[in-house]
C-alpha cells in the first residue's frame, strides 16, 4: 500500500471524527423541548404547570482558618489558657505540656551530658552501677533540671495535675503488677509514687551499708536506724489498716516469712498471725546479718522468741505448731533432706527433729548448772551426743546418719552436744532488706 493512499485514508477518517464530534456538540446546545401541551376535557388546550421555585437567601461570611499559631504562645500559663479557651480536654492539655517540657528539658541535659568531661579512671573501685553513671558533679546538674521541670509542672498544674501526670499509663500499672502477684488497690495511685520512691532511697541506702565490707556494731546501728526510718516514713503516708496490708506484702519479714513457711503451706489466716507476731518481733530484736550480738543481747532475744512462740503455740494450735516450727527450722529442713534422699518418711525426719530438740535442751541444763565440775559435765555432755548419734543411726540407718554428720545442718547442732563451750552457730537464713515497687 502507498503512502499516497493511506494519507487518503487518514484524512477522510479525520474528516468523518470532526463531522461527528460537531453533531454531537449541536445536540448538546440545543434549547430543551417545550413540554407538550395538555388537552382540557372541554378540548381547549393549556400549559404544562411547573412548581415555582422557592428562593433562599444565604449569607456566607468569610472565616478566618485555624492555625495553631492562634493557641501556641512562649509563656506556658498563657498556652495553657488558650488551650482550656477552646474546650480542650485538661487531659490532654497536661500531656501538650509534659511533651514540650520533656522534650526542652531532655535538649538540656544532653546539653550537660555532651558538655561533661568522658570518664578515663577505669581504673576507680566501686560499685559497678555507680561506675557506669557520670559523675557527681553531672548527676547533680541533671537532678536539678529534673527539679526545674517538676517546678514547672507544679505551678502550671498543681500537686494533683502533677500526680496525674506521673501516674503510670494502664500498660506499666498491669506490668507491675503481673511481676509482684499481689494487688494494691488499697492505696491512692499518687501515694503508690510516693512509696515507690522511699523503698529505692532506703534500698540503697541499705545495700551501700551492707555492701562495705564486714558489718560492725557501728554499722549495725546505722543499719537498724534505716529501718526504723524507712518504717516511720511509710507509716505517715498511711493509714494502720493501709500499713498493715502494705506490710502483709511488701515488708522484708513478710517476704522472709514466705520463704521459711515453704512446706508449711499456712492459710491466709495462719499467715495473718504469724506475720504480726514475727514483725513486732523483728521490730525489737532483729538482727543484722553479718554482725554478732552481746551474750545479754543474745539471751534477751532468746527470752523474746520464746515468748513469740508460746504465744504462736496458743493461736496455731499443738499440731499446726509443732508443724510450723519444724518448717520454718533450718536444722529441720537438713534433716528432711537426709532422710528423703534416703528414701525414709516425713515422720523419721519428725522424730530426729524432736530428739534434736530434747538433746540440746538437756545439754544446754547441764552448761547452766555451776554445781557439776567442768569435768564432769564434760562427760555427761560426752554422753548425750554419743547417745544422740546412735538413735540417729537407728532411725536412719549408717549412711544416713553419716550425711546428716557431715552436712552443715546436722554437723553443727550434733557436735556442740559434746561441747562444754558451743560453738556459735550461724544459721543461714535469706534476709530481704527492702521491697519492690508497690504494684496496682
Known sequence: MSIQRLLVISLVANLVCLGGLVWSLTKVQSPPSQPAPVTSA???????????????????????????????????????????????????????????????????KAEVLNNAPPRKDYWKTGHPTTLSQPSAGTRTQLAQLDQEKNGVLNELFGAKGVAAINRPSAYSRAQSKAKSGYTMDFIPEETKAELNSVEQEFGSKLLKTMAAGTSDAEDRNEILRLREEREDRIASMLTPDQKLEYDLRKSPTAANLRLQLDGFEPSED??????????????????????????????????????????????????????????????????????????????????????????????????MDGGIPVNERQQQLQQIYSETSRSIETLMGQQGAASLQTQGGGRNWLNNLGRVNPYPISKPTFQVITSGAPSP
Not at 58 to 80: G, M, N
Open 42 to 108: 372541554s378540548g381547549t388546550a393549556t400549559k404544562t404547570k411547573r412548581p415555582e421555585a422557592r428562593v433562599t437567601e444565604r449569607v456566607v461570611k468569610e472565616a478566618e482558618p485555624f492555625h495553631w499559631s492562634l493557641i501556641e504562645s512562649d509563656d506556658y500559663q498563657t498556652y495553657v489558657e488558650n488551650l482550656r479557651s477552646i474546650g480542650c480536654p485538661e487531659e490532654t492539655i497536661r500531656d501538650l505540656v509534659k511533651q514540650d517540657l520533656d522534650k526542652f528539658y531532655d535538649q538540656r
Open 270 to 367: 495462719e499467715f495473718r498471725d504469724i506475720f504480726q507476731a514475727r514483725k513486732q518481733f523483728d521490730d525489737q530484736h532483729g538482727t543484722v546479718p553479718g554482725t554478732t550480738i552481746s551474750a545479754a543481747e543474745a539471751e534477751e532475744r532468746r527470752l523474746a522468741e520464746q515468748a513469740m512462740n508460746n504465744g504462736l503455740r496458743d493461736t496455731l494450735g499443738e499440731d499446726r505448731y509443732q508443724d510450723y516450727m519444724r518448717q520454718t527450722d533450718y536444722d529441720y529442713k537438713s534433716i528432711a533432706k537426709v532422710a528423703e534422699r534416703q528414701g525414709l518418711n516425713d515422720s523419721v525426719s519428725a522424730r530426729v527433729y524432736q530428739m534434736k530438740n530434747e538433746a540440746e535442751e538437756l545439754a544446754r541444763s547441764i552448761r
